[in-house]
């Protein structure tokens, strides 16, 4: 059986800031979770020749992603973080103070949610089945990094979670879900390696 491996990118400045959406480096925490991710990966998939790394094209997972030596990466824009539109850069603080409906109507129905001028939850799962159908095809494991909104939505697919709680899955930092897809069904573990 071949695993999947899905993080969150290493702590970003605006994860530091707490805004939302961008395209910033990592803190210096997140490239400690690089490092220790790196680690982790070389010594599991030390023997599996055809394993390969999937990031999305935003620099903080491609950052989170460099130290891994030894594998093929593969750069997916369907990878990239839920497109929050007007509101990319702020925090949820100014979204609440400035555009009060909008934080309300997101709060009322996340899945349906859409930003203006950015994407639904429903929208990114729309937009990951070409991804799914390609880790479906993969006889070598996979890992995985990408962005909060994303993976849980590729939690949720292969762990058979309902859709309606998709935008709520905890997905923290820092942390690896290895995902075991066997002939008895899925078994998950998770790594917390800081
Ligand atoms: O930047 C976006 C977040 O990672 C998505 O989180 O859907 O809970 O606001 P949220």
């Given at each position: 059986p071949r695993p999947i491996f899905l993080t969150r990118h290493g702590e970003s400045l605006y994860n530091v800031r707490g805004r939302i959406g961008g395209d910033t480096a990592i803190s210096e925490a997140g490239e400690l979770y690089a490092k220790k991710l790196a680690n982790f990966v070389e010594k599991r998939l030390?023997?599996?020749?055809?394993a390969s790394i999937w990031t999305s094209t935003l620099q903080r997972t491609i950052l989170t992603a460099?130290?891994?030596?030894?594998f093929p990466k593969i750069q997916w824009r369907?990878?990239?973080?839920?497109?929050?539109?007007?509101?990319?850069?702020?925090?949820y603080e100014e979204i609440k103070k400035n555009m009060p409906e909008e934080y309300e109507s997101r709060k009322k129905d996340k899945l349906r949610y859409r930003y203006p001028r950015g994407e639904s939850y429903l929208d990114v799962i729309q937009r990951l089945e070409p991804v799914i159908i390609e880790l479906e095809r993969q006889r070598a494991p996979v890992v995985v990094v990408s962005h909060q909104a994303v993976l849980r939505a590729l939690y949720a697919y292969f762990a058979d979670r309902?859709?309606?709680?998709v935008p709520h899955i905890e997905t923290p930092l820092h942390t690896i879900i290895e995902i075991q897809m066997g002939v008895t069904g899925v078994q998950e573990k998770r790594y917390k390696l800081m």
């Amino acid at each position: 059986p071949r695993p999947i491996f899905l993080t969150r990118h290493g702590e970003s400045l605006y994860n530091v800031r707490g805004r939302i959406g961008g395209d910033t480096a990592i803190s210096e925490a997140g490239e400690l979770y690089a490092k220790k991710l790196a680690n982790f990966v070389e010594k599991r998939l030390k023997n599996e020749k055809a394993a390969s790394i999937w990031t999305s094209t935003l620099q903080r997972t491609i950052l989170t992603a460099s130290p891994i030596a030894g594998f093929p990466k593969i750069q997916w824009r369907a990878l990239d973080e839920i497109n929050s539109g007007v509101c990319d850069g702020m925090t949820y603080e100014e979204i609440k103070k400035n555009m009060p409906e909008e934080y309300e109507s997101r709060k009322k129905d996340k899945l349906r949610y859409r930003y203006p001028r950015g994407e639904s939850y429903l929208d990114v799962i729309q937009r990951l089945e070409p991804v799914i159908i390609e880790l479906e095809r993969q006889r070598a494991p996979v890992v995985v990094v990408s962005h909060q909104a994303v993976l849980r939505a590729l939690y949720a697919y292969f762990a058979d979670r309902p859709l309606k709680e998709v935008p709520h899955i905890e997905t923290p930092l820092h942390t690896i879900i290895e995902i075991q897809m066997g002939v008895t069904g899925v078994q998950e573990k998770r790594y917390k390696l800081m």
